[in-house]
């Protein structure tokens, strides 16, 4: 059962302009939502993480923006770079559990 | 420091073989997981270790999988009976404590292709 969907599956962008990555969950119980960046042959790395008590979270030029009523949030990638084409996902865990439910992935492209 | 080591990094098994992929996390972390990833998905839980228990194992396709981490380090992912539909890539993470907020690690996986 997927329970974190993800849009777009793919996203083409033009350097320095804005990536966004949106997700959605359904599972209320959920109360830690990490981003994560993966390289070709590489495992994810976490980029950055939210709280559902807080509304936006802003680390250098990644901002993720939580919808706690829509059960929804969004990456944005501002100043898009090259260095930034990736594959993106976001992610959820909660209180007491050990799994964290990852969505199916955004494969960025950032255009020189 | 040194990251998540996971070896091999490519497996060819013939199917019907017994596989063994191994996982060394980073120093004195005590949470470690393991993950499959199929080709342009997202990865999926497989099962959960703090130290030597295995707390959760709930993702395990089935009967044919099985992982252990007898001394609370280094873990090993065994698969039985290889099946075509088991070729993925298997990653392993691990977290210092045991918070589900606690910043995972991965490794680079092992790309398994059975044949």
């Known amino acids: 059962q997927q329970q974190v969907k993800q849009s777009p599956q793919s996203l083409i962008v033009q350097k320095g302009g804005i990536s966004i990555i949106n997700c959605a969950y359904e599972?209320?119980?959920?109360?830690?939502f990490p981003w994560y960046q993966q390289f070709p042959g590489k495992g994810p790395a976490l980029l950055i993480a939210?709280?559902?008590?807080?509304s936006e979270k802003k680390e250098g030029r990644f901002t993720i923006s939580f919808n706690k009523s829509a059960k929804q949030f969004s990456l944005h990638i501002m100043d898009s770079q090259p260095g930034d084409s990736a594959t993106y996902f976001c992610?959820?865990?909660?209180?007491?559990?050990?799994?964290?439910?990852f969505g199916a992935g955004t494969r960025l492209f950032v255009k020189a | 420091g040194a990251g998540v080591s996971q070896s091999p990094r490519y497996k060819v098994a013939k199917r019907g073989q017994d596989v063994a992929l191994r996982c060394d996390p980073i120093?004195?972390?005590?949470?470690l997981f393991w993950y499959q990833q199929a080709l342009g998905q997202g990865p999926e839980f497989l099962t959960y270790?703090?130290?030597?228990?295995?707390?959760?194992k709930s993702g395990l396709p089935s009967d044919r999988f099985f992982a252990e981490r007898p001394e609370g380090s280094v873990s090993t992912l065994k698969i039985q009976r290889t099946q075509q539909e088991d070729s993925a890539v298997y990653l392993c993470?691990?977290?210092?404590?045991?918070?589900?907020?606690?910043?995972?690690?991965f490794g680079p996986g092992t790309r398994l292709t059975v044949l």
């Open positions: 993470a691990s977290s210092l404590e045991y918070s589900h907020t606690d910043t995972q690690y």
């Open positions: 939210i709280r559902p008590d807080v």
């Open positions: 599972n209320t119980a959920f109360d830690y």
């Open positions: 120093s004195g972390h005590v949470s």
């Open positions: 270790f703090q130290n030597e228990a295995q707390l959760d």
């Open positions: 992610a959820a865990t909660y209180t007491g559990g050990f799994k964290t439910i």
